[in-house]
């Protein structure tokens, strides 16, 4: 195996406990040289002295003047990063100790791969709930259970509830230069993860590896402006804005004629229920 340098970006705002463990999860990957950047979008609670306490030299620290939203802030990690290989990984996530391993056993048996996708458990009052992202929504039956290309698997990838954790996310250095920067939108409160999947679906050679490398923790710490927090109820506005940024994408970012013909029907129909419900939901009594 050819040795393979990884960059990877935590963007983080005012979660000084948090991305501490977030960044230990990262530093005990093994496989390939390690280049850990966090990037501190604004913090008020001494993000960045934290980080360059407890870390020092072995992470990139930059500091953004101001708030500027997650998309902004792994964009800038994006354009500092050098290495061959670019993960993403959320402030409030953890990797399991093997991710990078296991992710570069795939690049050897898919060498023509561009990115991975894998899979992800949910992190709930510290204990670990239901089963992986992959098993519930049909993902993990779809690929059978072992990593194959995207394209070769009867899923419909491109609808949001299909999605993976944008901290299971890994590119390839060509597959950041197809995509071309900035990586991340940062005119939408929500989606910017789902349009960089749509994204590298239509443009890249994908492999989807179904096996939960990453916790995703489900918490309520505030971060989450305009945002309801995971496994609680969206307020009117929130639910409008979603739908509204789930529309922008598919307008301006999904190409139907690069879908296969199910793709297409039920990117067709998901725009249609997506429409309905802003309907309703303006008609409706504020």
């Known amino acids: 195996m050819s040795h393979r340098r990884l960059s990877v970006v935590i963007p983080t705002w005012n979660r000084a406990g948090l991305v501490v463990e977030a960044v230990e999860s ?4 093994e496989g390939g040289e390690l280049e850990v950047i966090v990037v501190d979008d604004g913090s008020t609670d001494g993000t960045s002295e934290v980080i360059e306490r407890k870390f020092g030299t072995s992470v ?3 500091r953004m003047a101001t708030r500027s939203g997650a998309g ?3 964009n800038e990690g994006v354009r500092q990063a050098t290495g061959d ?3 993403l990984l959320d402030s409030d996530d953890l990797w399991l100790p093997g991710k990078l391993k296991a992710e570069l056993d795939v690049l050897e048996r898919f060498p023509d791969a561009e990115a991975i996708v894998s899979d992800c458990r949910f992190i709930v009052d510290g204990q670990l ?3 992986s992202r992959f098993a519930e929504n049909g993902a993990l039956a779809a690929t059978g259970g072992r990593a194959q290309w995207v394209d070769d698997s009867p899923w419909l990838w491109t609808i949001p ?3 993976v954790p944008t901290s299971g996310i890994t590119l390839c250095r060509r597959a950041v230069t197809r995509l071309g920067q900035p990586l991340f939108a940062t005119d939408l409160d929500s989606c910017e993860d789902w349009e960089l999947e749509v994204r590298l679906y239509q443009e890249c050679r994908v492999v989807a590896l ?3 490398w990453t916790h995703m923790r489900w918490i309520d710490d505030g971060m989450r402006i305009g945002r309801a927090c995971p496994g609680q109820p969206r307020s009117r506005e929130q639910e409008i804005g979603l739908q509204r940024d789930r529309l922008t994408v598919i307008e301006r970012s999904i190409d139907p004629g690069r879908l296969t013909a199910d793709l297409a029907s039920a990117l067709a129909d998901f725009r249609c229920l997506i429409s309905s419900e802003l309907a309703r939901l303006k008609a409706a009594p504020a």
């Open 85 to 87: 290989l670019l993960s």
């Open 161 to 163: 509830p299909n999605g």
């Open 72 to 74: 902004a802030a792994r």
């Open 129 to 131: 709930t239901g089963t």
């Open 210 to 212: 179904p096996e939960a």
């Open 26 to 29: 990262a530093l005990a990957q």
């Open 60 to 62: 990139k620290l930059l």
